[in-house]
């Protein structure tokens, strides 16, 4: 069984619209890659919680 994305669960458990939620999306990789940089890694590790609502395990590398 495949897993759902973050952007299908925003879609599906917050009501966004497509482009509501790949505009959150890039607000949190942008904060994400600022986080990592600066060697904050705590708030990096918080992305997913901060920015979703979700556990950080929901972070993948999407190379598309």
């Known amino acids: 069984m495949p897993f ?3 952007k299908e669960i925003l879609m599906r458990r ?3 619209s497509e482009e509501e ?3 959150l999306i890039n607000e949190a990789k942008d904060a ?5 940089e600066c060697g904050l890694t705590e708030q990096a590790y918080e992305v997913c919680s ?5 556990e950080p395990d929901f972070l993948t590398i999407n190379r598309q």
Do not use: M, V
């Open 4 to 6: 759902e994305t973050i």
């Open 14 to 16: 917050d009501n966004l």
């Open 21 to 23: 939620a790949d505009d």
């Open 32 to 36: 994400l890659i600022d986080y990592l």
């Open 50 to 54: 901060d920015f979703f609502g979700l």
